[in-house]
């Protein structure tokens, strides 16, 4: 599986304050185009920049392609999970050049927990009902999930680019457990969306409460990066400089 690799900011830019490389891990449905209008704003204030093309099969194999883009940056890195992408990076995490975490409308489990483990003990999100499974074993959202869930505050052109490029997610990849959470030892930051219909609100905020997470909130989708991408970039660089 590859990676979308970004190489470093040029000598005219001058180097960031704190950690100098970020990993963007996606998470389902989607793939590393998520951070597409973020990634300009990284480079522009000098921060190397890897989005990972998870393959959103299992726990494990999108831990391990992670891991592969972590071991590309040449120092600390704060690494970056979106929705199931936070599951990715809590395990990832733990590798020896993470030095914080930072998590965007994301799942966020404790140790030996799995997607079903977290989301189970709240009331399902309204994106939940448009999810279909396949015949081979993968998730999907429906048009309408896409539309009204998922990117409801993008523009219909953005909204259908998103469901026809949208990464299908494994069944397994919803069952399989982390095994150690890197936040219990690993600074924590989290952006929470006020209108996600896919990560409810109540429980982005009891996992923010959870990691003592430095907490943002913003009203928007389940898919801020894209909808307020200046904001999120201000906050990824916030976290960056305060390591």
């Known amino acids: ?99 914080g975490l930072l998590y965007v409308c994301a799942l966020v489990p404790d140790d030996n927990q799995s997607v079903q483990d977290v989301t189970g003990a709240f009331p399902a999100a309204p994106g939940s009902a448009e999810i279909r499974p396949d015949a081979s074993g993968f998730l999907s959202l ?6 009204n869930n998922f990117a409801q505050d993008l523009t219909k052109g953005e909204k259908d680019l998103l469901f026809v490029t949208q990464g299908p997610w494994s069944v397994k990849a919803t069952t399989d457990k982390i095994s150690q959470a890197a936040w219990k030892t690993k600074p924590a930051w989290c952006i929470i969306g006020i209108d996600d219909q896919m990560v409810p609100v109540a429980l982005a905020r009891a996992e923010a409460r959870m990691i003592k997470a430095k907490a943002l909130e913003l009203k928007s989708s389940h898919v801020p990066m894209l909808s307020m991408p200046d904001k999120v970039a201000a906050f990824i660089i916030g976290a960056a400089q305060e390591l």
């Open 1 to 99: 599986m590859t990676t979308i690799l970004f190489t470093p900011a040029t000598q005219a830019q001058q180097s960031p304050k704190g950690v100098k490389n970020i990993v963007l891990v996606h998470g389902a449905f989607a793939d590393g185009s998520s951070w597409v209008k973020i990634i300009p704003t990284l480079k522009a204030k000098g921060y190397n920049v890897i989005a990972v093309q998870n393959p959103l099969s299992s726990i494990e194999e999108d831990v391990a392609a992670t891991k592969r883009a972590i071991a590309l940056m040449e120092g600390p890195v704060l690494l970056v999970g979106h929705s199931y992408g936070g599951m990715v990076v809590t395990e990832a995490g733990n590798d020896p050049k993470v030095a």
């Open 142 to 147: 429906t048009s309408k999930g896409i539309h």
